[in-house]
């Protein structure tokens, strides 16, 4: 893919171009990113399956009337079907038909740390680093939902403090997502095979 004009002079610019070549955002109608608005939990959630998986989808006219309900907002007609579908297959989400995964909502650092100790194989571990002085040293740190995540999160290096606070309700923009993107796979290997589940 080629690049944006809104990619090129960007901070994340390297990151950016990162996802563009292997497939996991692409330069919408006017050809450009967009690299500093929010981004839906949807969106985050397709990014990352198509991270793991770029044919995802393909399989979508194989699998026709197999489909079912995965969460009380996500089915057959969803956008991110396909996507939720191969994230509960690594067992990185749950199907549950009684709860909502809200993907139209903007994606926050709470729930994007939340789902960074899902994917990362720490969700146990995150439970136990909400004291880490580090972390307990934020200004917000005893006000953050998900403390372990969070933790976990800045202790692994995915995620940064922001002005000595860890400001969990900031919604995260598509160049943010993007870094932390490139952090997960230099840990984890590169785009060209799977992240461990």
């Given amino acids: 893919a080629s690049s944006a004009a809104d990619v090129e002079k960007h901070w ?3 990151s ?14 006017d050809g450009l990113v967009h690299p500093d608005r929010s981004v839906k939990t949807g969106e985050f959630l397709q990014m990352l399956a198509l991270a793991l998986n ?13 489909e079912q309900k995965l969460f009380a907002d996500v089915d057959e007609t969803s956008p991110y079907y396909a996507a939720v579908n191969e994230l509960i297959g690594r067992g990185w989400l749950k199907s549950d038909t009684g709860a909502k995964l809200h993907p139209e909502a903007e994606l926050t650092r709470d729930q ?3 789902y960074l100790s899902k994917i990362t194989g720490y969700e146990k571990l995150a439970e ?4 880490l002085p580090a972390f307990a040293g934020l200004a917000d740190g005893k006000t953050v ?3 372990g995540a969070a933790a976990l ?4 290096g995915l995620l940064t403090p922001q002005g000595g606070a860890f400001r969990p309700n900031d919604k995260v923009t598509l160049a943010q997502l993007s870094t932390v993107f ?13 992240l461990t589940p």
């Fill in 182 to 194: 490139v952090r997960l796979a230099e840990r984890q290997g590169d785009f060209d095979r799977p």
């Fill in 145 to 147: 939902p998900h403390p």
């Fill in 12 to 14: 994340a610019s390297a």
């Fill in 16 to 29: 950016l171009k990162a996802l563009l070549e292997h497939g996991v955002i692409r330069l919408g109608e």
């Fill in 153 to 156: 999160a800045l202790k692994l």
């Fill in 128 to 131: 136990k680093l909400a004291d």
């Fill in 112 to 114: 994007l740390a939340v």
């Fill in 54 to 66: 770029p044919y995802i989808g393909a399989y979508e006219s194989y699998m026709q009337g197999q």
